[in-house]
């Protein structure tokens, strides 16, 4: 997957898919398919996408025992899905095994899926983290120590927030992804984002990838929301 923006397709249906796309004839999209539609229209919709020439982040954040994960990892290796993600609180062990799924599962001749992980997600507070999680420290320790540990495990990046991606950068290496959602252009609803930045910030701040939804999906133009985030993305 390369550096264009991720578009998140958080829809409910193919229909729906269907349709957003329409306003992207012929193009090359990164795409995010997370939870919501990989639930409702399963395998299909990968295969869809891959099919119509794009690149699907899988985030369904998988979380479980070392061999399980293993195997669904493996799996879904061999759908062609080009960045999928595990919770970091599944432990080294679990991340070394989705790893080691992706590389065993990957279609000849194809580049094995970039794994990512999740660190401590945005929902998450501090106060709930010390007291429901008995993590004891701040939020952002956290997410560094999580983010140490996916590195350590071989995993190839993290996703963070644009404020943390600098500091997780220099606790891992420039080569380890920092995919950032949060994203905003100037102007924009923040909707029920907390922290949010626009995709020149995220540029400035060491973001490798962003992770862009409702600004594009929700426009009125996305086509054109969609060049303008291409645009201060690419720095201009
Ligand atoms: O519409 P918006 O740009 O806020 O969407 C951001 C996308 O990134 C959503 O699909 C959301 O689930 C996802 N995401 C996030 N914050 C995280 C992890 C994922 O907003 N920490």
Redesign the pocket.
């Known amino acids: 997957m390369d550096n264009k923006p991720i578009i998140?397709l958080?829809f409910s249906t193919k229909a729906e898919v269907e349709h957003f796309l329409t306003h992207f004839p012929k193009q090359s999209l990164n795409v995010?398919v997370?939870m919501e539609l990989f639930y409702q229209e399963g395998i299909e919709i990968l295969k869809q996408l891959k099919e119509s020439g794009h690149d699907v982040f899988l985030?369904i954040k998988l979380h479980d025992i070392p061999t399980t994960v293993y195997k669904a990892m493996r799996g879904l290796a061999g759908y062609g899905v080009d960045m999928v993600n595990v919770h970091a609180a599944g432990g080294v062990e679990m991340m070394a095994a989705a790893k080691k799924g992706l590389k065993d599962g990957k279609k000849a001749g194809s580049k094995k899926p970039l794994l990512i992980a999740?660190t401590q997600?945005?929902s998450t507070t501090e106060e709930n983290m010390q007291r429901e999680q008995k993590v004891s420290g701040t939020l952002e320790e956290s997410v560094l120590n999580y983010a140490r540990l996916s590195y350590f495990a071989g995993v190839d990046g993290v996703?963070c927030?644009v404020h943390e991606a600098k500091e997780v950068e220099q606790v891992t290496a420039p080569k380890f992804l920092r995919v950032t959602?949060?994203?905003?252009l100037p102007g924009d609803l923040t909707?029920?984002?907390k922290r949010i930045a626009t995709p020149l910030e995220a540029k400035r701040e060491k973001a490798t990838h962003i992770?862009?939804?409702?600004?594009i999906?929700k426009s009125k133009d996305p086509a054109t929301a969609y060049q303008e985030v291409l645009k201060y993305w690419n720095g201009e």
Request: glycine fraction near 14%.
């Open positions: 998140a958080d995010k997370g985030d999740v997600l945005t996703v927030s959602p949060g994203i905003r909707n029920d984002q992770v862009v939804g409702r600004t999906t």
